[in-house]
């Protein structure tokens, strides 16, 4: 599903990418741990088009993200393909990024009235099942202010399902939330990868990828040191480096 090869970003001298190769199956939870300023966000950020790579090649079903044409003679894609590109992939940020001006249903339907063009009445109905999916049916109409973080970060999630992504990205989506509030979050994404969805988890729950994650990866500077099945990554680390990372957060 995603095969992302090699990628390299720098942001002025400093190599902040040095060479990331990450791939994930169809139906796949890939857990990434390490430490801040590893690369685990500017990773996701090319991922998700935000930002492009200085070296490297990601390809989603096959198809290579950011450039257009044949294979062999590939071109930088144009915004309108791009903007096309992006909806493949869904991304849930720490900060929660909803609209404050805009109800939770509202926050939901946008992208879907947007970029989709779906009509009033069909973007308010998705957004409403969606919203009961994550389990906030009863507070369709409350605005950001008047929901808890938790609340909040159900209602991203929503927004960025509704799209019907085929991959999501999360990028520590309970780090800003009160430690009473990670729960009903952590299981709104345990639902999700249990019905099947590709997903590409940065967390520092660490029992979250035990329990959920089929690998957990652990990016060091820039590049990935170790990636294996939780119950090895955990219990059996091959990588220094990774002993080291799991004494701290243990
Ligand atoms: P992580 O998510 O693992 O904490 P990031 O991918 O956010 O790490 O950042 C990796 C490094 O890149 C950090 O040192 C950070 O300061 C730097 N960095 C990230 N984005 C930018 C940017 N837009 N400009 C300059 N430096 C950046
Ligand atoms: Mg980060």
Redo the contacts with the bound molecule.
Sequence with gaps: MLDARNLH?S??D?A??RGVDLSIRPGQVKA?L????????????LINLL?RADAGTIEIDGKQLGFTGRADAPRPAPERILAKQRQVVGMVFQQFNLFPHLNAVRNVMSGLTTVRRASHKEAEERAVMMLERVGLGAHAHKYPSELSGGQQQRVAIARALVMDPKLMLF??PTSALDPELVGEVLRVMEDLAREGMTMLV?THETRFARRVADEVVL?DE?VIVEQQEPEGFFENPRNKRTKEFLRHVH
């Design positions: 970003k942001y002025g400093k902040v990418l990434m390490g430490p801040s300023g590893s690369g685990k966000s500017t990773t996701l950020r930002e990028d520590e940065v990016f820039g």
